[in-house]
């Protein structure tokens, strides 16, 4: 399980000398849901894979529990690490139970194959996703949301004690939306880490422990959900067109507003 | 990623007793003499050790030659079935084949040179310590193949990373260098009526009069590939979702990369090495297991050699049966009716091409 996450001033360039990323950091423990917020382009997906050791920073340092990531072989990196991508790169011609078993290839053998106990844990994790109904589908089948839900659930069957997600809740209706963030809070609840990238501030406020908010590759600000979803912090990161309001627990709602000012 | 395994194991209970009855009936059925089963059996436990030869010398040398090609055969289609399953994984593209990461158009090369040197072309002291070009062509036509792949992968490879769409630019390159090479020595030799045929033969394929020695080449060069399926079937099954995400669930890509190329090159640069250019077969059998049992590589690959070592022999029997001393060259018979294949799969996939 892991303990704890932490990334130092990462920086990172795409060929052609785009700039996302030039000073993040990030410490995650266990029991927290960081909510990684930020205007289109600030570097928040770029952010997430550096923190997963798919890319590697130009400079800065990502360690979980005192050992580099990108050092880390892959299945060991996988056992500590699940990421959930924002959408998959084409439509994939494999069954969604399979799909999902692929969530536990870092647990398997060279020469064993799946076990009662991973088909069990793909069931339970589908299960969690409320999309234990979809298992003999093919992927290329499903709607949008339903694949997102899928990709959630085949994070869970990986086990691992740090979640990445990526926009989860996207191509969701509001109750799917809470459905994912749920299922995740479940997780955290039951002792492991997340970080979810999102637009959805009101989300965010519901469901983390912390929030991050990234401008231009930096993580500007980092703080429990009251302080950072304020007009102090988020005017200067989104502009001057947010409606700031409270839910009846008393936690912040930020919307668009569109007023005359 | 599971089709039925009930069906798989029905396709492959049905290539396995297909591939016993070629490799009798091509033993038995022949242009010059017809072996009755008893006799051929006798015959093969003869070679084996076990038991008296036939009666007449001649007629055992006879049949062993029919073993040792039907043999030669089944490695070489079984190879270059494999090595096309490979490829397609790592491409992840159903219509590519081995020939797109230079094996072809090396080992094309390296056998010219090799004719080259036993046609005389090389200096004395090579020639003094050469037999046969028996042994040369399958050598050098193997480090042809193997060298041309190994560039293709090195040059598309920067930063420690090979992505797919370099490798798949860099091998047409690769390839055009590698035929103007090739085009230059037929070129150069054209007035040494023996070395060029020689050179024009090699590109049509051949399976007559192969040996023992062919036999280890192709089969060593199978069992190598064979020994990596271990190492990237489930793989290639995960990169199914893009390379990123199937790093992401713990595959080792750049392993599996380099793993699932070397496969494709041994197996294919020892297949051609032995038995020519045959074109075709590492193309159709991967697609049309995968279009028949789904696209599972831990069943995929498997059947690919049986299928790959059905589908040459009974190619190569049923058109040698048909056509008797008309009997084309195996790489002939495989173009000719490989490019209408490929026709007909590229009309029927177009959604597929779209995608590209």
Sequence with gaps: MVNHLVAKDLCFEYHGGIRALAGASVEIARGELVAVIGPNGSGKSTFLRCLAGLLVPSSGSVTVDGEGVVALPPRERACRIAVVPQFLPRLLDVRVSDFVLGGRYAHLGRWRSATQHDRAVVRSSLERCDSFDVADRLMSELSGGQRQRVLVARAIAQEAGLLLVDEPTNSLDPEHQLAVFRSIADLVAGGRAALVVTHDLNLASQFATRVLVMQNGRTVTDGAVDRVLTPEVLEPVYGPHLFFGRFSSGRPIVVPWADER | ?356
């Design chain 2, 1 to 356: 990623m599971n089709p039925s395994p009930r069906r798989s194991r029905i396709f492959a209970a049905s290539f396995v007793v297909l591939l016993v009855v070629l490799f009798f009936a091509s033993t038995c059925i022949g242009p010059t003499v017809r072996f009755a089963p008893a006799d051929a059996w006798r015959g093969i436990l003869a070679m084996l050790g076990l038991g008296k030869p036939l009666d007449v010398a001649t007629v055992q040398t006879i049949l062993e030659l029919r073993v040792w090609r039907a043999l030669v055969t089944i490695g070489v289609g079984a190879s270059l079935a494999l090595s096309g399953g490979f490829i397609q994984g790592l491409f992840q593209n159903g219509l590519a084949s081995p020939s797109l990461i230079g094996v072809t158009g090396g080992a094309s090369l390296g056998a010219a040179v090799a004719v080259l040197i036993v046609g005389g072309y090389a200096p004395r002291l090579v020639l003094e310590h050469i037999d046969a070009g028996a042994y040369l062509i399958p050598l050098f036509g193997f480090i042809g193949a193997f060298a041309t792949t190994a560039i293709v992968v090195y040059l598309a490879s920067g930063g420690g990373r090979t992505s797919v769409t370099a490798l798949l630019l860099t091998g047409i390159a690769v390839n055009m260098c590698v035929a103007g090479l090739f085009a230059a020595l037929q070129s150069l030799t054209l007035a040494n009526w023996e070395v060029s045929r020689a050179i024009l033969a090699w590109t049509f394929g051949t399976l007559d009069d192969r040996t023992g020695y062919h036999a280890g080449v192709v089969f060593t060069g199978l069992a190598l590939a064979l020994a990596c399926i271990p190492f990237t079937a489930v793989e290639l099954d995960l990169l199914k979702g893009g390379e990123s995400d199937a790093a992401a669930v713990g595959v080792d890509v750049a392993r599996l990369k380099w793993t699932a190329i070397f496969a494709a090159a041994v197996s294919a640069s020892a297949a051609v090495a032995v038995a020519g250019q045959i074109a075709f077969v590492g193309l159709v059998v991967p697609h049309l297991v995968r279009l028949a049992i789904g696209a599972s590589h831990r069943v995929l690959l498997p059947l690919s050699v049986l299928g790959g070592a059905v589908f040459l022999l009974g190619a190569e029997f049923v058109q040698r049966w048909l056509l008797g001393d008309a009997a084309l060259q195996p790489g002939v018979v495989m173009s000719l009716i490989g490019g209408p294949f490929f026709l007909v799969l590229l009309v029927r996939e177009r959604r597929e091409i779209s995608a590209w």
